[in-house]
Nanobody, 121 residues
Framework: QVQLVESGGGLVQAGGSLRLSCAAS????????MGWYRQAPGKQRELVAS???????NYADSVQGRFTISRDNAKNTMYLQMNSLKPEDTAVYYC???????????????WGQGTQVTVSS
């Protein structure tokens, strides 16, 4: 079994910062791309940022320059540093990772349970 567990969400005032973590555990052979998604009430889930196993990153235009994604491959952990938060960043944030559980198995996407981020104005 493979698990992704997010932590670090909470309530913060506009302009503040939060750091999310996503720890992968279980029967892991390799982790390829990882990413953070978010879903606000009444809206579709959207990609916030992604990072390859080699460290290449990609950001949604709405968070470019404010959020930083990173990962520690030795710890199977990914982070999202969120600065200058805005009320429109309020959402449930989900961790996603393409994980293979054996050398002969293709990686497939896994999801965490989500962590709530609320930014007050």
């Amino acid at each position: 079994q493979v698990q992704l567990v997010e932590s670090g969400g909470g309530l913060v005032q506009a302009g503040g910062s939060l750091r999310l973590s996503c720890a992968a555990s279980g029967n892991i052979f390799s982790i390829n791309d990882m990413g953070w998604y978010r879903q606000a009430p009444g809206k579709q889930r959207e990609l916030v940022a992604s990072i390859t196993s080699g460290g290449s990153t990609n950001y949604a235009d709405s968070v470019q320059g404010r959020f930083t994604i990173s990962r520690d491959n030795a710890k199977n952990t990914m982070y999202l540093q969120m600065n200058s938060l805005k009320p429109e960043d309020t959402a449930v944030y989900y961790c996603n990772a393409d994980i293979s559980t054996a050398r002969w198995l293709s990686a497939r996407p896994r999801w965490g349970q989500g962590t709530q981020v609320t930014v007050s104005s």
